[in-house]
């Protein structure tokens, strides 16, 4: 049984509308998940929910050399994708993704992990293994050499030891894959007088990283490198399909400067190698 | 002259001609800008892209003379591909001269005037690879090219780092530092027993490291005779990348015309060399 006053319904409609919305403001808990954070396909995905709600998403790159900031902007709920717009990014190291966000005053945090350096925007060029079957210079002598520093008298087209002696390795028509001999033409050992810069060792052409391979998604670095080591992975920004390529440092360029990596190419052409170009290039890890 | 130090200090040691303002090592980074707060230090020589087809514009001016590159033709006896024609315009006399170059340049970057009598045209002969050319202005002809890698020229004075082709020893490749005198001749910037003008390799003077100085080779010595010869019998070479000398500097800076400083980098050191080559490199 109730006691106490009586009142209608369209008493008590009124009385809810005019007491109860400001005793029980509506208070939003914002969650936040970053799902994807992807340096290689540029991507970061972002969950907001309540998918009703809105406010202020802070997207933070973190590093010990000083965060930057990715996105300041107000964004309802739902699932957002972010580009980490890498060419206008800082050359440091970073370690993850933070994401913000605020609705009504309160602040919802996620972070995911996304390790990678920023090396800086680094010059491409390239180097192969040249054919002598498409150099086209005249026969000159040339010697082939083995283990016992044996030297036998051939021919190799003038061009293509040109190209041996710059590149240090080629492949030959007659004698498979040639390195450059050095340590046969050098004292005290004796050798033919003209054989110095055009003897080659028939040997199976190696890159300087023990173990590795050279192909078209390969690349050789300075010699100490600060940041690149033999293994490593770099994303070129740019470079073919967007957001760019990613290759592998197996060599190294004698000739590269440290902001310059040297793309292995399986064009087996004697010359006409070109650049690639300039492109923001990235470690990955 | 044994002039390392494993500390931050400085040390000053005279060789021969060559003179040693000092060198001290270091571990650690080094920011971009290291050497070149001096604004009349000449900066290492700034790399093109390589690319032949898309020969760009290039020439140099001074009081006297004017040089630029005015055609480019295809050349199969030469190296590079193409023969580069220069006009010279002799301001003072009024009259126009031109000279070729026909070797294994195939692009052509930069040129710089020494004097009346002399120029220097750097080129590329692949992405890695660069070619100095010493024009003499009065014969109108090359009087002695070469290859190399990082070239910084001041004046008379070209330094740089010795060819090395791509090689997975780094008894090969391991730098030796050189410097050309452009107004001293061929033969004199060549170490005697060399193998003549024609070698476009092994030319200049090395500067750096002191056993190249010392024992006048162009060859790399990283190890003694018997190691060396122990590590070349064996093709899986397993000498350290750490064990060879590389360039630490962003290049080779003159801090005025005969006096080059540059980081070396060694065993995870870095070595600043500073040498004084003003005296001569005989």
């Known amino acids: 049984m109730i006691e106490g006053p009586v009142c209608t319904c369209a008493q008590v409609g009124s009385a809810f509308q005019t007491s109860l919305t400001p005793l029980l403001p509506v208070t939003v808990s914002p969650k936040v998940e970053i799902t994807t954070a992807d340096i290689i396909s540029d991507q970061i995905v972002v969950s907001l929910s309540p998918s009703t709600a809105s406010g202020g998403l802070l997207l933070t790159l973190a590093s010990p050399d000083g965060n930057v900031t990715l996105l300041n902007e107000a964004r309802s709920g739902g699932t957002h994708t972010f580009s980490f717009n890498p060419t206008a990014l800082p050359a440091r190291q970073f370690t993850e993704v933070r994401a913000a966000w605020t609705v009504n005053g309160v602040t919802g945090t996620g972070k995911k992990a996304a390790s990678f350096r920023v090396l800086g925007t680094y010059l491409h060029s390239q180097y192969n293994t040249p054919r002598e079957s498409l150099c086209t210079g005249a026969p000159e002598r040339a010697y082939i ?4 520093c044996n030297f036998t008298a051939t021919t190799l087209r003038s061009d293509f030891i040109r190209q041996v002696n710059l590149n240090g390795s080629s492949r030959s028509i007659n004698f498979g894959d040639v390195v450059r001999e050095f340590f046969c033409v050098a004292p005290p050992r004796v050798f033919p007088p003209d054989a110095p810069d055009r003897s080659f060792r028939q ?50 360029c004698p000739g590269c400067r440290e902001d310059q990596l040297d793309n292995y190419t399986t064009d087996e052409r004697c010359s006409g190698i070109t650049h690639l170009g300039h492109f923001v290039t990235i470690r990955l890890r | 002259m044994a002039v390392r130090s494993d500390l931050n200090s400085w040390r000053v040691v005279g060789a021969g001609a060559i003179f040693f303002l000092g060198i001290a090592s270091f571990h650690g980074s080094l920011p971009s800008t290291r050497i070149s707060s001096n604004p009349l230090t000449q900066r290492p020589s700034e790399v093109r892209p390589f690319d032949p087809d898309r020969q760009s514009e290039t020439s140099a001016e001074s009081e006297d003379l004017s040089i630029s ?38 692009q052509i970057d930069e040129i710089a005037i020494v004097n009346s009598s002399r120029a220097i045209v750097l080129g590329s002969v692949s992405g890695t690879v660069r070619i100095v050319n010493v024009v003499d202005l009065e014969a109108n002809s090359v ?18 780092v010795k060819f090395a082709p791509r090689h997975p020893s780094p008894l090969v490749w391991s730098f030796v530092y050189l410097v050309y005198d452009v107004l001293a001749s061929p033969e004199q910037n060549r170490l005697s027993g060399g193998r003549g003008l024609e070698d476009r390799e092994r030319v200049g003077i090395p500067i750096y490291p002191l056993e190249n ?48 400083a540059f980081v070396d980098r060694w065993k995870r050191k870095n070595h600043l060399v500073v040498v004084d080559v003003r005296s001569g490199l005989a």
């Open chain 1, 145 to 148: 050499t083995n283990a016992m």
């Open chain 2, 143 to 160: 009087r002695d090219s070469f290859y190399c890698h990082f070239p910084s020229i001041y004046g008379r004075f070209i330094a740089y």
């Open chain 2, 69 to 106: 590159l005015s055609r480019m033709e295809p050349c199969g006896d030469c190296g590079g591909g193409r023969a580069f024609t220069f006009e010279v315009r002799h301001k003072r006399r009024g009259t126009l001269t031109s000279f070729t170059i026909r070797n294994e340049t195939a």
């Open chain 1, 203 to 252: 040997q199976s052409i190696r890159p300087a990283c023990s173990g590795q391979v050279l192909n078209d998604t390969t690349v050789a670095r300075a010699p100490n490198h600060r940041h690149l080591g033999c293994g490593d992975r770099v994303l070129i920004v740019g470079l073919g399909r967007p957001p760019g390529t990613v290759k592998t440092v197996t060599d190294l």
């Open chain 2, 213 to 260: 100085v010392e024992r006048k080779v162009y060859e790399p010595v990283i190890l003694d005779e018997e190691e060396a010869r122990q590590i070349a019998e064996v093709e899986a070479n397993p000498l350290a990348e750490e064990e060879a000398h590389s360039l630490g500097s962003e290049g080779l800076f003159w801090l005025q015309e005969g006096v080059v």
